[in-house]
Structure formats: structure tokens, C-alpha cells
């Protein structure tokens, strides 16, 4: 392989030598991705955790969330043993590594901990990420922080076994939107061929990650894009809609399920923006925004109190729909 197709992005060799230092001298190393957590995150924070434990360090791994509970779409990654309650998290952790987190509130909880830490590595891919650690290891030219947890592994000389491997893969292969995204470099494909090769069974992951759902999922999205709405004249462009906890009890559907129902929405031809607004079991608004290109939802979201990336992107509301989707259209 060409170094060249090898080397990552703007991170100093030196930061990564800090990090390897730090990890290395560490008697307990603490873990967290953020809340709501997607395969990149928990993908990426398990991958470490499991290379760290095989080589007989002492860890924790968590998120920060009230309801503690893994989504039931990530179920299937392995490592998962390592996960504790947040209430179990070591409260003033010697050190301690964050993944996926582009600012510290999305740690919830446990961005009290992170506070006390002694020292906090922050590895992220987010090109918003506020440097809230006293080590950053942001490249917003990595196409998920799995690449960059591939190579914290790498450079910490542990081996990527095949369970490993299965969450690392499934955080490049989540954020790169199956090799869609205009992240897809030719280095994401090579860490895909270096993950492939170690047994993992890619048909299995995919099924896992997008091609399952109860039944109750497609009554649910009936509902949802029978009130689907085009505003062609909204910004370049605008395709919303909206999920209710009402729909979701009515088939008794849980939450995380309604995940994956943006990139139905998104497929519109006629709009430049997509929308869904997701009542969590807590009666909050969980807005997902995507974008193919004309506008920076992440620009946009970070002005409604949340952040994500140029094309895809979220914040929380606690206002009505319509008043919401007021707010946004203003911005677009
Ligand atoms: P999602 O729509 O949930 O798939 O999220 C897309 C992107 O937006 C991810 O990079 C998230 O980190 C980010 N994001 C989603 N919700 C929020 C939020 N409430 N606050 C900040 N960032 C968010
Ligand atoms: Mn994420
Ligand atoms: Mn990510």
C-alpha cells in the first residue's frame, strides 16, 4: 500500500505519539461516545475498548444518557460487556477518551466527568468539533472517527481482530452511507479491504444495520410519508415530514427504530433539504436534516442549539411542529 493512501489527515504525528503516551501509562482508561449513539460512535468506542482489554488494560465504556440502553439496531456489535451505566462511570477519570463528540454537551451526563478528567483525548471527525479536550485528534477529512480509532489501535500496536474489526466497519460503513457519501476516499475503501480481511461478513453487518425492522416499522413510515410535504419553494428546496410518539405507541414501534426513515425522505428529486422530526419517549423533538449540497445544514442546525455535518445534521427542539419547522425555513 502507498503511504500516501495510507496517512491520515491533519493530525500531527506528534499528538498521536501524546496519545499513545498517554494511553499507554494510563492505570484506567475511560470511554464515552455521545448520546444517542450511532455505529460510528459506539462502533468506534468499543473497537478501543476491546483491542485495550485484550491486551489486559483496565477499561470502562459508556454514554451519557438518563435511559442507558443500546439501540436495538446495534445490538449485534461485539464488546458490548464493556459497556457500564453511566452512574458507574468513574467520576474524575485519570483519563479518559471521547469518540464522535464534537462538542462536550453531547457527552450528556457524562460531560461532568470529562470536566474532571486529568486528561481527555477527544477523537472526532467533526469539522465543528470545538477542541474541548487537552488532547484533539480531529480530522474532519476522515470519513467516520472510526478511521481515526483504526488508527489509535494501529499505533498502540494492538491487533484488529475480527470483532474489532465488525465495529470499525460498521462506523465507516454507517458515515460513508454504504460508500455513497462523497466521504468515500480511496483510504475508506482500504480500511473497508483491511477490515474484510480479518473474517467479517459484510452481507451480515448490512442486514443488521439497514435491511430489518419489526413489521410495525412500515406502518409507522405509511403514516409518516402519508403526510410527507414539498415546499419546492423552500430554500432549494424542501421535503419534511414527522413521527409522533402517538404513531409510534399506536404499533408500539420504539423509538430508535425511526431512525433510518430520513433517507426515504431525502430520495426527493425536487428538494435540496430533507427533514424528519422524531417526538422521542420523552415528548422532545429530535430533528434529522440532510442535504445534497446547496445548503450547510450543520450551519443551519447549530443555529436551532445542535451541529452535525455540512449534509447531514440534527438539533433537539422542544417546540411544537409547526412552530419548529418555522424556525428552520427562516434559516433556509
Ligand atoms: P442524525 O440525523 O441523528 O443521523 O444525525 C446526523 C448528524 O447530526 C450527526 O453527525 C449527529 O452528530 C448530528 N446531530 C444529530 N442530532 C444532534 C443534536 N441534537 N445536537 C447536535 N448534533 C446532532
Ligand atoms: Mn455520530
Ligand atoms: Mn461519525
Known amino acids: 500500500m502507498t503511504s500516501d493512501l495510507r496517512d491520515g489527515g491533519p ?17 484506567e482508561i475511560a470511554l464515552a461516545c455521545h448520546i444517542s449513539p450511532d455505529a ?19 477499561v ?20 458490548q460487556d464493556l459497556l457500564a451505566e453511566p452512574g458507574d462511570y468513574p467520576p474524575t477519570p485519570e483519563l479518559m477518551i471521547t469518540f464522535d ?16 478528567a486529568r486528561e481527555l483525548i477527544v477523537l472526532d471527525h467533526h469539522a465543528s468539533n470545538t477542541g474541548f479536550g487537552t488532547l484533539n485528534l480531529v480530522d474532519p477529512g476522515a470519513a467516520a472517527t472510526a478511521v481515526l480509532a483504526e488508527e ?36 475508506a475503501h482500504l480500511m473497508a479491504a483491511r477490515m474484510l480481511d480479518t473474517g467479517l461478513n459484510p452481507e451480515q453487518i448490512a442486514r443488521e444495520l439497514w435491511d430489518r425492522s419489526p413489521f410495525a416499522y412500515l406502518r409507522v413510515l405509511g403514516a ?7 415546499e419546492p419553494e423552500t430554500g432549494p428546496g424542501l421535503v419534511w415530514t414527522f413521527v409522533t410518539r402517538a404513531d409510534r405507541a399506536g404499533y408500539g414501534l420504539p423509538y430508535d427504530e425511526v431512525e433510518g426513515m430520513i433517507d426515504v425522505i431525502r430520495r426527493t428529486d425536487e428538494a435540496d433539504v430533507a427533514v424528519i422530526l422524531k417526538e422521542d419517549d420523552d ?14 445544514v450543520a450551519r443551519v442546525c447549530a443555529e436551532l442549539g445542535g451541529g452535525g455535518h455540512a449534509k447531514a445534521a440534527g438539533f433537539t427542539s422542544h417546540l411544537p411542529v409547526e412552530e ?7 434559516l433556509l
Open 11 to 27: 493530525v500531527p504525528g506528534g499528538d498521536w505519539d501524546r496519545a499513545v503516551g498517554l494511553v499507554s501509562s494510563a492505570g
Open 40 to 58: 460510528d460512535a459506539l462502533g468506534s468506542m468499543l473497537a478501543v475498548g476491546m483491542a485495550l482489554r485484550a491486551a489486559g488494560r483496565r
Open 60 to 79: 470502562t465504556a459508556s454514554f451519557g444518557e438518563r435511559r442507558f440502553r443500546v439501540p436495538r439496531l446495534l445490538r449485534f456489535l461485539p464488546g
Open 101 to 116: 463528540v464534537p462538542l462536550i454537551d453531547r457527552l450528556g451526563t457524562l460531560a461532568a466527568n470529562a470536566g474532571k
Open 152 to 187: 489509535l489501535i494501529r499505533r498502540l500496536g494492538l491487533p484488529i481482530d475480527r470483532d474489532v474489526a465488525i465495529c470499525l466497519y460498521a462506523g465507516l460503513v454507517t458515515d460513508t452511507g454504504s460508500f455513497r457519501h462523497s466521504s468515500t476516499t480511496p483510504q
Open 224 to 230: 409518516v410519508l402519508d403526510r410527507v410535504t414539498l
Open 283 to 296: 415528548g422532545a423533538w429530535q430533528v434529522s436534516t440532510r442535504s445534497k449540497g446547496a445548503v450547510n
Open 324 to 330: 419548529t419547522m418555522a424556525r428552520l425555513r427562516a
